[in-house]
């Protein structure tokens, strides 16, 4: 009796035990109802039929309990990753939220400095409007002011005054060449007119003195003296030329025509007597 009392107990405590295991891996309890449900099914059948029917042993209490311990154990797995997986999905939220709040708030201050600089754009461009405005007042204003001035007014009728001097002195001293040109070539003419007459005139006595001496008579004479004049005219004396040449060449000498004044004294150099050629040195000299 007390062994069998002691191996009694001793499996009732193991079957505690294991119940208690089961029950904190599976966090609830069963009650056992297997000899009630094989009763009950047992008692059916008789009275039903009489029949003899093989059921399929039931799962023990132990059994069904492991079961749904692993269902329940599976599905809690399954909740922890999908509470992990809402977690970090909130997480990610979070801070996509966090960075599209500081997105919106750049977006917001770039407004604010694009907004700030279409303002001080056009600020500047009134500013360079003014100013054009007053570059073109200031240049009206210093134009008007150049005709006002005195002093400008002064200048520009100096320049012009000076301009219409300058001018007639150059039509004078064109004009003054031009006359002395022909001065210079009358007087020449006249010169040799005169040598000319001269020339005639003592052709003239030289014929009468013949004809005094000779007895010819007054139209021989008359030739002759025709004849003699032809001569004199067909050949003219050269120192009278080179005089004329000397005095054309000091009236060039005088108005400061280099140009023409030179080839007429070296003309006279060649044909000029002692006292044309001196003077043509003379004049030579102040040309040089």
Partial sequence: MIKDSKANSIA???LQNQQFQEYKLNRMSQLDATQRQRSEVFLATNARDGELRLLAANLSS???AGAVGLQDSELQNELDLTREELDGARRSN??????LDDLTTQIETLNELVKLKDDQLAAWRLEMQKLNELVKITSAEK????F???IFVSLLIVIIVSGIVIGMLLIQRRTGRNNLDDAGLSVFSQENGIDWVEDSTRIKINADEREVLTGTSPVASEANSVDDINQSIGEPNIDEDANGKLNLARAYVDMNDHEN???????VLDEGNMEQVQEANILLERLD
Avoid: C, I, T
């Fill in 261 to 267: 004044a030179r080839p007429l004294l070296n003309a």
């Fill in 94 to 99: 979070s801070e996509l939220n966090k960075r």
């Fill in 62 to 64: 132990g059994q069904r």
């Fill in 148 to 150: 006002k001035d005195p």
């Fill in 143 to 146: 134009k008007g002011a150049f």
């Fill in 12 to 14: 009732q405590v193991k």
